[in-house]
């Protein structure tokens, strides 16, 4: 019940292109669900963080949608460009500086 | 601002040795720190995490073990290293209901 599900595993896009990544959990519980950008050889980055009272949040070129009733959420990345390139890594947590539960990430690519 | 520092960046250590990797926070008072370690092309697996000095949460049980002699400083240990123990470390804090931001890692290569 503590598993957030994160799919696709691996996406290439072509640049201005909208890569799709989709993640589900079970725990209603879960109440603030981050995305982390990863890229080789650092440390996951905070990119954007949704909590389950708003359907829809954006911060540049990267929205958050999520579906409470489906306990769905995915990450959309606008116009996306090669610099985009990275891992991106879906969670969830119960606040209260609880642990959060990662996805398994997503390897994306962005080609020229 | 909060600011989380992470060392050494890389480490090559032989089977059998000791292992010491510490993680400081500045800029913020008892946080949450957890160690995480990610595997070549994996997720992140939680390793340990506290809330407080001195208090330490194992999650998986393994050869590694965890302290935190001071607020803000967070220590990954082992008496003998494994081949198995390669990875990539990460070091995180939180405080109350917030995401946690993560230090750089460290690149951990046993040999």
């Known amino acids: 019940q503590q598993q957030v599900k994160q799919s696709p595993q691996s996406l290439i896009v072509q640049k201005g292109g909208i890569p799709i990544i989709n993640c589900a959990y079970e725990?209603?519980?879960?109440?603030?669900f981050p995305w982390y950008q990863q890229f080789p050889g650092k440390g996951p980055a905070l990119l954007i963080a949704?909590?389950?009272?708003?359907s829809e949040k954006k911060e540049g070129r990267f929205t958050i949608s999520f579906n409470k009733s489906a306990k769905q959420f995915s990450l959309h990345i606008m116009d996306s460009q090669p610099g985009d390139s990275a891992t991106y890594f879906c969670?969830?947590?119960?606040?209260?500086?609880?642990?959060?539960?990662f996805g398994t990430g997503t390897q994306l690519k962005v080609e020229l | 601002s909060q600011t989380i520092h992470q060392w050494p960046a890389t480490l090559v250590q032989p089977v059998g040795s000791p292992l010491s990797l510490e993680c400081t926070v500045e800029?913020?008072?008892?946080?949450?720190l957890y160690w995480y370690r990610q595997a070549a092309g994996r997720g992140l697996q939680l390793l340990f995490y506290?809330?407080?000095?001195?208090?330490i949460s194992s999650e998986v049980p393994q050869n590694l073990s965890a302290s935190r002699p001071q607020d803000r400083q967070f220590i990954l240990s082992s008496k003998k290293l494994l081949l198995s123990d390669s990875g990539f470390y990460l070091c995180?804090?939180?405080?109350?209901?917030?995401?946690?931001?993560f230090g750089q890692g460290t690149r951990l290569t046993v040999v």
């Open positions: 949704i909590r389950p009272d708003v």
């Open positions: 995180a804090w939180s405080t109350g209901d917030t995401e946690a931001f």
């Open positions: 506290s809330v407080g000095i001195g208090q």
């Open positions: 800029g913020t008072s008892n946080p949450n």
């Open positions: 725990n209603t519980a879960f109440d603030y």
């Open positions: 969670a969830a947590t119960t606040g209260g500086g609880n642990k959060l539960t």
